[in-house]
C-alpha cells in the first residue's frame, strides 16, 4: 500500500473550490439572495454526542461573516439516532421556512430529498452518486450539493488493508454494519471484495438497534473473530464509547471510520474528518445564501483521510504495531 497520502495532518484536502469548478454550467434562474438567512443543520445522531459538527459549522459561517443570532438563524434538529424521524424533523424545517439544510449523514440527506424538491440540501454524507443522492458530482442538478465522504471504494478498502497490517495474521475479519442504512451495506459489499484480495473471511454482524450491541460483539467472540471492522454509520457514532469498550473488553483490534473512536480509546481510524467538512459546507451554505442554485454547484470529494492510532489501546491489547503503521500515522495517541 501507499503510504504517502497518510502523512498529513492537516487530513482534508478539498478540491472543488470557486477557481476549480466548471465555468459550463446549466444556466438556471438565479435565486435571490437572503438578508437574514435561517438555515436547517438536520443531524442523525444528538446534540449531546455531535455538538462539535455543529460548533464547527457555526464557525465556518462565522468566518464568512454570520453569526448565529444576529444576522443569521441556525435551527438544529437531530434524529437520535433513530431514521424514522426524519420526515417530521424535516416537516418542522419547512414550517419554519428555512432558507437552506445542511443533512450530515447519508440518511438525513436521503430523508431530505425525499421531503422536498425546491427547499436547497448540502449535504455531508458517503458516496453520493451510489447512494442515489445526485446524478453527476460535476453538475448535481436538482436541489442538492455538498460533500462527500469517500473516493468510490478506496475508503472501505483501505481500512480493511490497514487493519490487515496491523494484525497481519488475522484470518476472520468481523464487520459491524447497519443493514437500514444504505452507505453502510454499500461499504460491505466493497469490504466483499477487498477481503477476497487480502485473503480474510469476512463475519459480517448486522446492528440497527443500541440494544443489538452485547449480542453483536457475542456472537463476534462465538465465530472467533481476529479483528473486527466497524463500519461507519450514526448508529455506532452514537454510541462509540459503547462500542470502543465492547471492543476492548472483547480483545478485538478494531479499525473506524472516524477519529472520534480514536479519541474515545479505540485502535485505529481512518476517514474524512467530519467537523472540517461541516467547516467547508459553510462555502456551499453562503453560495446558495448569495443566489446561487446548487444544481450548479459541484460535489467536493476528499483527497486526504486523516489516519490515528491509538498505541495506548494497543498495549492494551497486547499488540505490537509495525513501525510502518505508526510512522506515517497523521497522529498516534499515547
Known amino acids: 500500500m501507499q503510504f504517502g497520502q497518510l502523512r498529513r495532518r492537516d487530513v482534508i484536502a478539498l478540491f472543488g473550490?470557486?477557481?476549480?469548478?466548471?465555468?459550463?454550467?446549466?444556466?438556471?434562474?438565479?435565486r435571490r439572495p437572503v438578508a437574514h438567512p435561517r438555515v436547517a443543520f438536520l443531524g442523525a445522531e444528538s446534540l449531546a454526542t455531535n455538538h462539535h459538527f455543529l460548533d464547527a459549522f457555526r464557525e465556518g459561517m462565522q468566518g464568512r461573516g454570520y453569526i448565529d443570532g444576529?444576522?443569521?438563524?441556525?435551527?438544529?434538529?437531530?434524529?437520535?439516532?433513530?431514521?424514522?424521524?426524519?420526515?417530521?424533523?424535516?416537516?418542522?424545517?419547512?414550517?419554519?421556512?428555512?432558507?437552506?439544510?445542511?443533512a450530515v449523514s447519508l440518511p438525513a440527506a436521503l430523508a431530505a430529498k425525499n421531503g422536498t424538491s425546491t427547499l436547497p440540501i448540502v449535504f455531508?454524507?458517503?458516496?453520493?452518486?451510489?447512494?442515489?443522492?445526485?446524478?453527476?458530482?460535476?453538475?448535481?442538478?436538482?436541489?442538492?450539493?455538498?460533500?462527500?465522504?469517500?473516493?468510490?471504494?478506496?475508503?472501505?478498502s483501505k481500512w480493511l488493508e490497514l487493519l490487515k497490517e496491523a494484525v497481519p495474521n488475522a484470518q476472520r475479519v468481523g464487520v459491524l454494519w447497519n443493514p437500514?442504512?444504505?452507505?453502510?451495506?454499500?461499504?460491505?459489499?466493497?469490504?466483499?471484495?477487498a477481503a477476497q484480495r487480502l485473503g480474510v473471511t469476512l463475519?459480517?454482524?448486522?446492528?440497527?438497534?443500541?440494544?443489538?450491541?452485547?449480542?453483536?460483539?457475542?456472537?463476534l467472540v462465538?465465530?472467533?473473530?481476529?479483528?473486527?471492522?466497524?463500519?461507519?454509520?450514526?448508529?455506532?457514532?452514537?454510541?462509540r464509547e459503547r462500542v470502543v469498550a465492547l471492543t476492548i473488553k472483547s480483545r478485538l483490534p478494531t479499525m473506524y471510520g472516524f477519529r472520534e473512536?480514536?479519541?474515545?480509546?479505540?485502535?485505529?481510524?481512518?476517514?474524512?474528518?467530519?467537523?472540517?467538512?461541516?467547516?467547508?459546507?459553510?462555502?456551499?451554505?453562503?453560495?446558495?445564501?448569495?443566489?446561487?442554485n446548487p444544481a450548479d454547484l459541484p460535489v467536493e470529494q476528499p483527497?486526504?483521510?486523516?489516519?490515528?492510532?491509538?498505541?495506548?489501546?494497543?498495549?492494551?491489547?497486547?499488540?505490537?504495531?509495525?513501525?510502518?503503521?505508526?510512522v506515517f500515522a497523521d497522529e498516534v495517541i499515547e
Open 17 to 30: 473550490g470557486a477557481t476549480a469548478w466548471p465555468l459550463a454550467v446549466r444556466a438556471q434562474q438565479a
Open 70 to 102: 444576529q444576522n443569521m438563524t441556525v435551527v438544529d434538529r437531530w434524529a437520535e439516532g433513530r431514521s424514522e424521524r426524519f420526515p417530521e424533523l424535516i416537516s418542522e424545517i419547512i414550517d419554519l421556512k428555512a432558507d437552506v439544510i445542511l
Open 124 to 156: 455531508i454524507a458517503g458516496d453520493p452518486m451510489k447512494s442515489g443522492l445526485v446524478p453527476s458530482l460535476a453538475r448535481p442538478g436538482g436541489n442538492l450539493t455538498g460533500l462527500s465522504l469517500s473516493l468510490g471504494d478506496e475508503l472501505s
Open 180 to 193: 437500514v442504512n444504505p452507505a453502510s451495506t454499500q461499504y460491505l459489499t466493497v469490504l466483499r471484495t
Open 203 to 219: 463475519q459480517p454482524i448486522a446492528v440497527s438497534e443500541p440494544g443489538q450491541l452485547d449480542g453483536a460483539f457475542a456472537a
Open 222 to 239: 462465538a465465530e472467533r473473530s481476529e479483528a473486527l471492522v466497524v463500519v461507519v454509520d450514526p448508529l455506532t457514532f452514537r454510541y
Open 261 to 292: 473512536f480514536a479519541d474515545a480509546g479505540g485502535l485505529m481510524a481512518y476517514g474524512a474528518h467530519i467537523p472540517d467538512l461541516c467547516r467547508r459546507a459553510a462555502v456551499y451554505v453562503d453560495k446558495i445564501l448569495k443566489g446561487a
Open 303 to 326: 483527497t486526504k483521510f486523516e489516519f490515528v492510532i491509538n498505541s495506548k489501546t494497543a498495549n492494551a491489547l497486547g499488540l505490537t504495531l509495525p513501525e510502518t503503521l505508526l
